[in-house]
């Protein structure tokens, strides 16, 4: 090798280094954001439990053959949509090239139309996929969705999702272009003011486009909740049923929104299913969630894992777009940014299902706290298992990587840890 080629390999070398460098540090700082960001007070240690102690072998290998089929049909959609994204930003066939350049003379309006159509795209990509896994929700009775309605309900998230891409890849290029090599400073304020954005509106804007929401009315329930209420010191703020057996048999609750948005959700099969007992332990579970501030905690962990994830985002972006011979300030560069964008979620988003876990781990305690009755709490998460379909004891790697809840073991585990703990 000459000496004057030495340093043009190393100089080609430097982006990847600089890349994978970033990367590694958004990975160590999204770790350390979940030990800042971590649930303060006591998380119980779950009891050592047999999962052949609650669950029958056919519950087990029906829920395992569900869950196996699931798991390789979300793998799949991920496979799919990732290898078409690497793929338009490789390989440009002439009507692509040509679509890309006109695009880049109007560059907002472009922006627009690029990411909508990248959203449609990938929305096509995987809606085999997603047809496979609703008819296999189907047949085994979880979803009460006939295949017409679930079509119209795709196409409507698929339209919404097309107009929000469409913003964001317009707001992308427009920062692009004011900010220059700085715009991941931007985009990390836009990432966590997107994210408030939709915690806030979501519930009251984007939520009732699929489900009716009503407020639980006067009644044994409302006052129950209420009475726990006050012996946990949380205000409550909202509560709603809403009417989820349109589409599930499955069971559930959960908190969402912001300030006046705030609200408790209330599966309309979770009030109907659930022994009172039962319904107490669901209840006091989610208050767990609004007295610990999970939301604001969720997006204040973002706000620390923003800035070096977004700043992946752009060196990727320009590296990929550089290497296509595109302009990276120009909708031309928007696959190359859908690329590493999914990527950096992908790879953030294993280290915040950590924080998930934690938190729920400590709205399980707070429950057994709250209602003094594990043996509810044993019978509820033996309950949401057989209902929903869930594998006792998912494969322990698979339940690292994407688990957002301790698996139903261990959260049995955890009531037992209490029973036993009171003998």
């Known amino acids: 090798m000459s000496p004057a080629a030495r340093p043009r390999r190393s100089f080609a070398r430097r982006p990847a280094v600089r890349i994978g460098a970033v990367a590694v540090a958004a990975v160590v700082v999204a770790e350390a954001a979940v030990w800042v960001m971590r649930p303060r007070g006591e998380i119980v240690r779950p009891a050592p439990v047999s999962e052949h102690a609650y669950f029958s072998q056919g519950q087990i290998d029906r829920a395992t053959d569900f869950r196996d089929g699931q798991r390789l049909l979300a793998l799949g959609t991920l496979a799919a949509e990732g290898a078409v994204l690497v793929l338009l930003v ?5 009507p692509l090239r040509t679509g890309l350049r006109r695009a880049s003379r109007r560059p907002l ?5 690029v990411g909508a159509g990248l959203s449609l795209t990938l ?10 896994a609703q008819q296999r929700a189907h047949d085994a009775g979880l979803s009460t969705q006939a295949l017409g309605s679930w079509f119209a309900d795709a196409a409507k998230s698929a339209a919404i999702g097309a107009v929000i891409a469409g913003v964001g890849a317009a707001i992308a290029v427009a920062m692009m272009r004011r900010l220059g090599r700085l715009w991941w400073i931007g985009g990390s304020f836009a990432v966590v003011l997107v994210a408030c954005a939709f915690s806030w509106l979501g519930p009251v804007v984007l939520e009732p486009l699929f489900n009716k929401f009503e407020e639980l009315p006067p009644g044994r329930t409302r006052t129950e909740i209420l009475r726990l209420g006050e012996r946990a010191g949380v205000k409550i703020g909202h509560v709603y049923r809403v009417d989820a057996s349109r589409r599930t048999t499955g069971i559930n609750a959960y908190v969402n929104g912001l300030g006046p948005t705030k609200r408790v959700v209330v599966y309309d099969t979770t009030l109907r299913d659930l022994r009172p007992a039962e319904l107490r332990s669901v209840l006091a579970h989610e208050l767990g969630h609004v007295k610990g501030d999970d939301i604001v905690r969720g997006i204040a962990w973002l706000a620390l894992v923003a800035p070096l994830a977004v700043l992946f985002v752009q060196l990727g972006t320009e590296a990929l777009a550089r ?12 696959p190359a940014l859908a690329l590493c964008l999914a990527a950096a979620s992908f790879m953030t988003g294993i280290v915040g299902n950590q924080l998930s876990r934690r938190v729920e781990a400590r709205a399980d305690s707070f429950a057994l706290q ?4 594990p043996r509810a709490f044993i019978g509820l998460q033996r309950q949401l298992a057989i209902t929903n379909l869930a594998q006792p004891r998912p494969p322990s790697a698979l339940q690292w990587l994407f688990g957002t809840h301790p698996d139903t073991m261990e959260r049995i585990g955890t009531g037992v840890a209490i029973e036993r703990a009171r003998r």
């Not at 490789?90 to 002439?94: F, L, S």
């Open 109 to 113: 309006l472009g922006a627009a139309a």
């Open 370 to 373: 709250v209602t003094h009755d």
């Open 323 to 334: 290497r296509s011979g595109d302009d990276p300030r120009s909708p031309a560069a928007l």
């Open 90 to 94: 490789v390989w440009r066939p002439g």
């Open 123 to 132: 929305v096509a990509v995987s809606l085999p996929f997603g047809v496979a």
